[in-house]
């Protein structure tokens, strides 16, 4: 008997050192980038002008899910960073829009809106803000919880809502004042600014980069996959006749937000990842013994995108210059975390449409649907059918909110109230389906828009009649664009993982973005979030 155990501790002795070698090792930093406004045919449309270092890169020597989508309906800022970071789309994790009505306030709350939290540098108007209105935990959350927070989570971005949303509700976030032209913070994540920003803050950077000309990178004349600069569809800024090149910025100042302009310029890129760069220096960040997370926000790409147009040179511009900057952070974390130590993945809170008015005179179905017009046309109706009062509360983000105290009062049924409001808003021209809050409660849909729909639909908070457009259509005026459909040029958006433990190739399998937190998930050997419903992407988990 004492010759077998002599013969266990042996064993033990011999292969224990042979356990630990082969233990799995986690990246040292995880990025996780969200560019506002980006469609997944961007990495391919401007291709032959990018660098190999930037986006080629990525593509060349990570993984792509190039047929990579939003499944659920609406295709917000708000939502989107939310759904990428919890893994799980709005019906779970409540941010249903980048703000929404709240009939026990009978009003407006946005996403990130925090009203028991106060500024912490910036202006006191830009500092309530926390992650409190989002229901499930992040795959920020759950890192930090598996390592029993020692590793640090830090999101950054010009729009409150694309760093505080990421950074769940254990990290730091940091976002942009265009009061000030600081970055700030709030009393949910610090009661002073550390050092490190308040010293970045000192550099006036804004103010650097807001004294400078924006003209094209290359001359003009070789920006061949836009359409001409001078146009009918463009929104110029105030205080300039047409939007064209160059753009003085320090003249374009007033009127446009003073230094909130910056965030309309690809220098808002510039300065952000300055500021990211900023923040792996001052937390130290994939140099502490624990894996950290940098949760990234480009937020200048919507800004740009929204006044121009995927058509536009601007934009075209905006992603030649974008390339760059990716190419200026991959070198830095190369020489600073090292190759191969660290983890990131690309994707969008959402694409974008065409500018229905440049789609109208290429005889591209398109339109722009009258916002105003469709709600005074439900309030006249409404008064004729159901009698004199305030039956709609609101029509925000293609929903309409019905007054139901009033309709209890009256003893209306809700059900044949929003039966009859759907069966009149189908009449009117670019209103393609409409659906009930009765038909999202009590039923299950299974595949196309009426799915998407659902999974964007709470019950909480959603309005009791609901819109779908037709393909082309936009709620807006003449110039620019905007977003929010679940038709494909809204859904389809970059994912791509690259650098540690991630194989090089690509797969035309349709996936969703609720699949990266599983996916990060499955990497690390971390609990996924809690409301997590998409599905690790095999092709990266499993190789």
Known sequence: MKKIWILFFLSVLSFGPILAQTEAKKPKLIVGIIVDQMRQEYLYRFADRYQDGGFKRLMKDGFMMKNGHYNYIPTYTGPGHASVYTGTTPATHGIISNSWYVRSLKGSLYCAEDSTVMAVGGSEPSGKISPRNLLSTTITDELRYSTNKRSKVVGVAIKDRGASLPAGHLGDAYWYDSGTGEFMTSTYYHESLPAWVQSFNEKKVAEKYLSQTWNTLYPIETYKQSIEDNNEFEAPFAGKDTPTFPYNL??????????????????????????????????????????????????????????????????????????????????????????????????????????????????????????????????????????????????????????????????????????????????????????????????????????????????????????????????????????????????????????????????????????????????????????????????????
């Open 250 to 543: 320090d003249s374009l100042k007033t009127g446009n937000g003073e230094l909130g302009l910056i965030a309309s310029t690809p220098f808002g890129n510039t300065m952000t990842l300055d500021f990211a760069i900023a923040a792996i220096e001052g937390e130290n960040l994939g140099n502490r013994g624990e894996t950290d997370f940098l949760a990234l926000s480009f937020s200048s790409p919507d800004y740009i995108g929204h006044r121009f147009g995927p058509a536009s040179k601007e934009v075209e511009d905006n992603y030649l210059r974008l390339d760059l900057e990716f190419e200026r952070l991959l070198n830095y974390l190369d020489e600073n975390i090292g190759k191969g130590e660290y983890l990131i993945f690309l994707s969008a809170d959402h694409a974008v449409a065409d500018v229905a008015t440049h789609m109208i005179s290429e005889k591209i179905p398109a339109g722009n649907l009258n916002n105003s017009y469709i709600n005074a046309q439900l309030k006249g109706y409404t008064q004729l059918t159901y009698g004199e009062g305030d039956w709609i509360e609101s029509l925000s983000n293609e929903q309409v909110f019905l007054n139901h105290d009033l309709i209890r009062e009256k003893g209306i049924n809700l059900r044949d109230m929003q039966e009859d409001l759907a069966n009149f808003l189908l009449r009117f021209k670019g209103v393609k389906e409409v659906y009930t809050a009765y038909a999202m409660k009590n039923g299950e849909f299974t595949h196309g828009r009426a799915a998407a729909l659902q999974m964007g639909y709470n019950q909480k908070s959603s309005g009791d009649v609901l819109l779908i457009l037709e393909p082309g259509w936009l709620t807006g005026g003449a110039k620019g664009t905007s977003h929010g459909t679940g038709y494909t040029y809204d859904t389809n958006v970059p994912i791509v993982f690259y650098g540690w433990n991630v194989p090089a190739g690509e797969s035309s399998r349709y996936a969703t973005i609720t699949d990266i937190a599983p996916t990060l998930s499955m990497m690390l050997d971390i609990k996924l979030p809690s409301g997590a419903t998409g599905q690790p992407i095999i092709e990266i988990t499993d190789k």
